[in-house]
C-alpha cells in the first residue's frame, strides 16, 4: 500500500517583479479603487498563478534498455524556463529540460543504469537516489561530485522489498537546497514484481 502514498513536494516557484508584489498587496486592500492604475508593460494578471486547472500528467523516462531487467537512461541536469504563470518565463534548472523532473518506474528485482550529465553552468552537482537502498558510492552523495560539463553513470540494483515511491534530488555540498528550489527533483517509483493491486487501477504520481 505504501507505494500508493502520495508523494509530495514543495516544488512552486513564484517569479514576481516589486511592480507585480506592490499591485498585490493594494489589491488586498480593502476599498482600494485600483482603476485606472499603471499596469506599464505587464499584462493584466502576470503575476498570478493560474487556478483550477487540470493536473499535468509528468513525463516518463523512457528506458533504453531492451533487456529484461535492465533499466538504462539518461538525466540531463541543465538550464530550461518553466512558465508558471502566463506571461511570465521562469529560469529554473531542469532533469531533461523539466520541473519535476521525469518520472522514473522500474520494477523490483531490475538493475538501474541511470547517466547523469551535468551541464549546470559553473556548479558541481551529482543525483541522489533519496531513501531508496542503493549503495553509498552510487548514490550521489557530497564526497561524489559530479564537474561541470562531466557525466557519470550510477548503477545499483533494486532489491526485493524495495517496492515504494521515492525521490530524486541533487546532493551538492552547500548547493544542494539551491539546486532543488531552482527545480531540480523528481519522483521515482518502484513497482512490485507481483502487485496486489489489479493493474486496471493504475498509478497516479502527485509531485
Ligand atoms: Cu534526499
Known sequence: MH??????????TVFASPRAIAQMKMDDMPGMDMGGHDMGAAPQGASMLPEGEALRELPLLANEAGTPGLFRAKLTAEPATARFAEGLDTPILGYNGVSPGPLIEAT???RVEITFANRIPEETSTIHWHGM????????????????????????DLPEGSAGSYWYHPHPHGKTAEQVY??????????????????????????
Open 108 to 110: 523490483e528485482g531490475d
Open 182 to 207: 531552482r527545480g531540480l527533483a523528481g519522483a521515482f517509483v518502484v513497482k512490485p514484481k507481483v502487485d496486489p493491486i489489479p493493474a486496471g487501477y493504475g498509478d497516479t504520481v502527485l509531485v
Open 133 to 156: 537502498p542503493v549503495p553509498a558510492d552510487q548514490d550521489g552523495n557530497p564526497m561524489d561530485p559530479v564537474a561541470t560539463g562531466a557525466d557519470r553513470t550510477y548503477s545499483f
Open 3 to 12: 507505494r500508493r502514498a502520495f508523494l509530495t513536494a514543495g516544488l512552486v
